[in-house]
């Protein structure tokens, strides 16, 4: 069900290439010329100027139409909403009555049986079982229906131990993906806390439990990773033979039994309660659970959280604990919580949660509900949580307020709550599909007006798109709309939904003056604040769906306590805090202790008190060397620090620049006089030390790194049979192919503003053999002809290749598939793991496109470096602070932290640790790992001199006057050096390095060289 876009006749694609070559070429109104005439035959328009309306209004779309709307179409599958509305069109309903049992015996790999384990090493399975890992790419079967329809798959898995993340298969129907959902398919993990009770550090307050795997064999029906179908997934099988086939996309697990069979239905709440009529005794009781003490959930991240209401139990006053659960660490969809109950009677009972959710204003979340493993009735398959900025009791009930009963049988019982964002499904799907159409019109705007934005020209847009107006005002239509179903269903204005309509009255505005479109066509979908800009942030928080729930209630004919506190609890607790905010420090994680070592910590709260955890259980105890940490809300304070002579002994988490600015005003010990130096430096990559050398010394030790390497859509590759790009010659041959079809390559620049960082520049110079200075550091080096050319391509790229120049960004574009492939960094991929769950196994990475050097070899030069770890001069704990900065960037350190906050935390805490073994035993998929640290091998961050920021600010500008203004690159480089060694020489003069024009002391920038010459390499 693919729908590939068509290609386009050549000579289209040449005319507009013609048009879009440069953001400065005009295109004049007047003129009597080529232009104006092929524009009006490409729009069915005869040289006197008049329109084929009549033609148009009949439906029949110009040629020029038509290619725009081609290139706008997806390469990949249509959604799973969309294909099952074709199926109802086409009259394709659900199976009967029908189960087909695959035993795992039945399995293939390929053409041969599937990897076979004997009962006896299957976990406790009653038959032999498909052991499924990498080396496994495939499995699949045959099953043979009785008739055409729908059906749906249940398999039985076993998790193995290993990484935290759960294991994900793609599956094909006939050879073929069905829809985009099928691509990716989750068997989640099962989680517990460590144990029952939370513990406490040393300040007596709560801290989180560390996350122990429940491994057990489980049987799931294969379903929508993102939850927005909360139903199993359904397969359209032909009558007679189908093959079936799993691919494997990452982490490794036994297989079981695979049923394929006929969906079932929920009953309605008047047929359940028909179901248990026997039950006769009322019951008087009310059972009370603290939500807190979940037994087992999706994912180990799904965490307590602290509330300090006077109302919320426990409650310890000024110490911090651990009394309601989720939040944002339970908000995507299929995330799922149970509970262990006990009832003392059998018969009816109501449930209650007590709760608060005002994550989402104005805008209910909704959860599925079940009972030992079955959902009971349709009406609690999506139930809604409305908004609630305080806490309140939410009674499960229906429209009317009547409260639903449920059956329980005396003893112990499973409750379990799944996020569930498909109520949101219609509006999230009608947004896909509106961003797509703007996308379309603004190519057809783009082609009707060569690509150009001149505000001196008078349009008449409608001359070339006489329906210009009338589209606008359907798709805001539409969007108003969405906007109706979400306050129908909120029962108030839902602020999240506020861009449907800022969005909508942006496109009547354009429509109540089509003039003034050529010159705004960016307000639709290009640029900051346009329409598809506010629309992907939408699609961003619309799945979410998060509750903070402090505990729950199985009872009947009993009266619930009050969810809120009493005036006087809140006063009270109130002046409590008041009083108690005078004598607390609550930036200090321990208790104070003047004997130890003093460390300031750049980071959350939750990381510093698991720092300080590990610290005590393994660096003191270890060492006997005592340590403190406290939290830095701001890395400015250590200025204030220094300038008091009140500086800690050592800072973590400390910004890359920093420890060049105080090792020029000699605040920082210079690590390389310790004896072991060169030992510990071999632990990073060399690049990333560079930022931190200055002068002959070495002022910090990285802790963490970040990376750049080129993202890219597999689905799409593929589908427009494009190799993934190894250098800038192969980028630039891709982008014939993908402006065909209205995509397009994205580099970092882009999405900067007026400032192009070093970090986005140097890449450009480095890799065609440039430098940013000289090696004694007096005067940049960019006026090389090495560096001349990066500059070049850094250019050309915008103003001859046409690559987009403003991008806000590019998660979103990557995410929809306009932007397909481009350049991006470690966030990149946190957000496309963590927030485009959709996506996986369609999406790779690869390493930085390069420059072919003569010896064949490509260099990938780029930046990398993050935050340090810097130990203060003035302190009297030197060899002690050294020995706490070698314990904490050790391999062993470093990955058990990683794997601790992941596990806590999730996949966004992921632990970009800048020890390249540590890092290694992340919880990173094997294929990216592999990327990653091909790529680091290439690392090269920026040494700093004194006055090194005017370079950083003039490069940018002189960018900017070659891309906007049409400037010479040559003489914009010159006019940039310029300036740049005035402010060097003139700073080197302040720090005593240059006096009356001539160097009174000598200053060497930093290389790849020096550091391994530290460390012993003799390569």
């Known amino acids: 069900m693919k729908r590939k876009a068509p290609a386009l006749l050549l000579i289209f694609c040449m005319l507009l290439a013609s048009f879009t070559t440069s953001q400065s070429q005009h295109v004049w109104a007047n003129s009597d010329g080529g232009t104006k005439n092929l524009l009006d035959s490409l729009f069915k328009k005869d040289n006197a100027g008049n329109s084929d309306q009549s033609n148009e209004q009949n439906g029949q779309k110009s040629e020029a139409n038509e ?18 509305q074709q199926w109802e069109q086409e009259g394709v309903s659900d199976s009967q009555s029908f189960q087909a049992v695959i035993h795992p015996a039945q399995l293939y790999a390929g053409t041969k049986k599937a990897p076979l384990i004997p009962v006896s090493q299957s976990n406790g399975y009653d038959e032999q079982v498909v052991l499924w890992n990498d080396l496994t790419p495939e499995i699949n079967f045959t099953v043979n229906v009785p008739n055409d329809g729908l059906y749906q798959i249940k398999i039985d898995y076993f998790a193995l131990a290993g990484k935290i993340t759960p294991a994900e298969r793609g599956i094909q129907i006939n050879n073929e993906y069905p829809y985009f959902e099928s691509r990716r398919i989750v068997f989640p993990r099962l989680w517990t806390n460590e144990s029952e009770q939370f513990q406490q550090d040393e300040l007596g307050n709560e801290v989180f439990s560390k996350q122990v795997e429940v491994q057990k064999w489980q049987s799931t029906h294969i379903s929508d990773a993102s939850y927005l179908n909360n139903e199993p997934l359904k397969f359209r099988l032909k009558k007679g033979s189908n093959h079936i086939k799993l691919h494997y996309l990452r982490e490794a697990m036994l297989v079981g039994r695979i049923s394929v069979e006929s969906p079932e239905d929920l009953p309605a709440y008047e047929v359940y309660l028909q179901s248990n009529n026997a039950v006769s005794e009322e019951i008087e009781a009310i059972h009370t659970f603290e939500a807190e003490k979940a037994d087992l959930k999706s994912d180990s991240y799904i965490q307590a959280m602290a509330s300090g209401d006077a109302n919320v139990t426990p409650n310890r006053g000024s110490l911090i604990s651990l009394n309601t659960l989720g939040g944002d660490s339970w908000k995507h969809g299929g995330q799922n919580v149970t509970w262990n109950i006990h009832v003392e009677k059998t018969g009816y009972y109501q449930l209650a949660f007590k709760y608060t959710q005002y994550f989402k204003i104005n805008m209910p979340v909704f959860r599925k509900l079940l ?60 947004v896909r599909e509106v961003m797509e159409e703007l996308n379309v019109l603004n190519l057809e705007i783009k082609m009707a007006t060569g690509n150009t934005q001149d505000v001196y020209r008078d349009w008449d847009i409608t001359e070339q798109m006489p329906d210009i107006a009338d589209t606008l005002n359907g798709i805001a239509g539409k969007m108003r709309g969405e906007y109706e179903y979400l306050r129908e269903l909120s029962g108030r204005n839902p602020d999240e939904a506020r861009n449907l309509l800022i969005g909508a009255e942006q496109l009547e505005r354009l429509a109540d003056n089509p003039s003034t479109i050529p010159v705004r066509f960016d307000q639709i979908s290009q640029g900051s604040g346009s329409v598809t800009q506010k629309l992907g942030d939408m699609l961003l928080t619309m799945p979410q769906q998060p509750i903070q ?8 004919n009993k009266k619930l306590p009050k969810a809120k506190a009493g005036w006087w609890q809140k006063v009270s607790a109130m002046s409590s805090h008041f009083f108690t905010s005078f004598t607390t420090d609550y930036t200090r994680i321990s208790p104070a202790d003047e004997d130890s070592l003093q460390i300031w910590v750049n980071r959350p709260r939750q990381y510093v008190m698991l720092m300080q955890q590990m610290a005590n259980q393994e660096f003191t105890a270890k060492t006997g060397i005592k340590v403190s940490l406290s939290l830095m809300p701001n890395e400015q304070k250590l200025i204030l620090a220094n300038a008091s002579g009140k500086s800690p002994d050592a800072a973590l988490g400390v910004s890359e620049k920093f420890p060049y600015e105080f090792a020029l005003r000699g605040a920082l010990s210079d690590l390389s006089q310790f004896e072991d130096y060169g030992q510990v430096v071999d632990r990073f990559a060399p690049g990333a030390m560079l930022p931190f050398m200055f002068d002959g010394g070495v002022y910090a030790l990285p802790e963490t790194q970040n990376f750049w390497v080129l993202y890219y859509r597999k689905d799409i590759l593929d589908a427009l049979n494009l190799d993934v790009p190894q250098t800038w010659d192969d980028v630039l041959a891709t982008l014939p192919s993908l402006q065909r079809y209205g995509m397009n390559f994205y580099v970092p620049l882009a999405e900067a503003g007026a400032m192009k960082s070093f970090n986005l520049t140097t890449p450009f110079f480095y890799q065609q053999g440039g430098e940013l200075f000289a090696e004694d550091g007096t005067r940049t080096a960019v006026d090389s002809d090495e560096a001349l050319e990066g500059f070049k391509l850094m250019t050309n790229i915008f103003t001859v290749y046409n ?39 369609s999406w790779a990475i690869a390493p930085y496109p390069g420059i072919a050097n003569d010896k064949g070899e490509i260099t990938r030069w780029a930046p990398g470096t993050g935050q340090g770890v810097i130990v203060f001069k003035d302190s009297d704990k030197q060899q002690q602070a050294w020995e706490f900065v070698k314990w904490w960037t050790s391999k062993e350190v470093q ?14 805490y992921r632990w970009n640790s800048a020890n390249l073994e540590a890092f290694s035993e992340l919880p990173w998929p094997e294929e990216d790992l592999k990327i990653i640290l091909e790529q680091w091998k290439w690392l090269k961050d920026i040494p700093h001199i004194p006055g090194d920021y005017m370079l950083d600010r003039e490069l940018s500008n002189a960018w900017n006057k070659v891309v906007f203004d049409g400037e010479n690159p040559r003489k914009a480089i010159e006019d940039a050096v310029v300036l740049a060694n005035r402010e060097i020489m003139k700073k080197l003069e302040e720090f005593g390095y240059v006096q009356d024009g001539k160097g009174v002391k000598k200053l060497k920038v930093p290389t790849i060289e020096d550091v391994k010459g530290a460390r012993g390499d003799t390569e």
């Open 803 to 841: 690559m987009p120049l403003q991008i806000p960004n590019f998660y979103n574009h990557f995410r929809d598939g306009h932007l397909p492939i481009g350049i991006s960094n470690y966030n990149t991929y946190v957000e496309l793991t963590t927030a485009a769950p959709e996506l996986s196994g």
């Open 67 to 84: 290619s725009a709307r081609a290139l706008g179409q997806r390469v990949t599958e249509d959604y799973y909403l969309q294909v099952k």
């Open 549 to 556: 729930i402090d505990k729950f209630y199985v009872y009947n």
């Open 371 to 430: 009972i030992d493993g079955k959902v009971p009735f349709q009406e609690v398959s999506a139930y809604a949580f409305p908004y609630a900025s305080d806490w309140a009791n939410e009674v499960i009930s229906d429209a009317e307020g009547k409260p639903y009963k449920f059956y329980f049988t005396e003893g112990a019982h499973q409750l379990t709550l799944i996020a569930d964002p498909s109520p949101y499904q219609r509006v999230i799907q009608t």
């Open 895 to 908: 990955a058990e932290f990683g794997n601790l906050v992941e596990t806590i935390y999730g996949p966004t």
